[in-house]
């Protein structure tokens, strides 16, 4: 069973920046590919990005070029790091875990594990 706790979402000025974190327990964090997905009110759970447990990563189109995802296993821990930033990117950010050695994957139901989610609030 791996849980999943989200850090630093915030409020933050249109073109600016913010780093949200998610620490792992629990399994072998390092065998679990990683999901970033965020939802706004109103609207679907949406894909943002992912990182293979090799450290391959795919990126949603609305945040290509704007957005990294990146993982420290020693701490286990994911990061998005998120830069300029727009008012359409405030949402509540989710992180997850899939199978163990599993490839990238973009959709809701092929995450095992959730985090319970974080802020991120953009002003225009």
């Known amino acids: 069973q791996v849980q999943l706790v989200e850090f630093g979402g915030g409020l933050v000025q249109a073109g600016g920046s913010l780093r949200v974190s998610c620490a792992a327990s629990?399994?072998?964090?390092?065998?679990?590919?990683m999901g970033w997905f965020r939802q706004a009110p109103g609207k679907e759970r949406e894909f943002v990005a992912a990182?293979?447990?090799?450290?391959?990563?795919f990126y949603g189109k609305s945040v290509k070029g704007r957005f990294t995802i990146s993982r420290d296993n020693a701490k286990n821990t994911v990061y998005l790091q998120m830069d300029s930033l727009k008012p359409e990117d405030t949402a509540v950010y989710y992180c997850?875990?899939?199978?163990?050695?599993?490839?990238?994957?973009?959709?809701?139901?092929?995450?095992?594990?959730w985090g319970q989610g974080t802020q991120v609030t953009v002003s225009s």
């Open positions: 629990g399994g072998t964090f390092s065998t679990y590919p």
């Open positions: 997850a875990a899939g199978r163990p050695r599993g490839i990238i994957r973009t959709r809701v139901e092929e995450y095992d594990y």
């Open positions: 990182i293979s447990w090799s450290g391959s990563t």
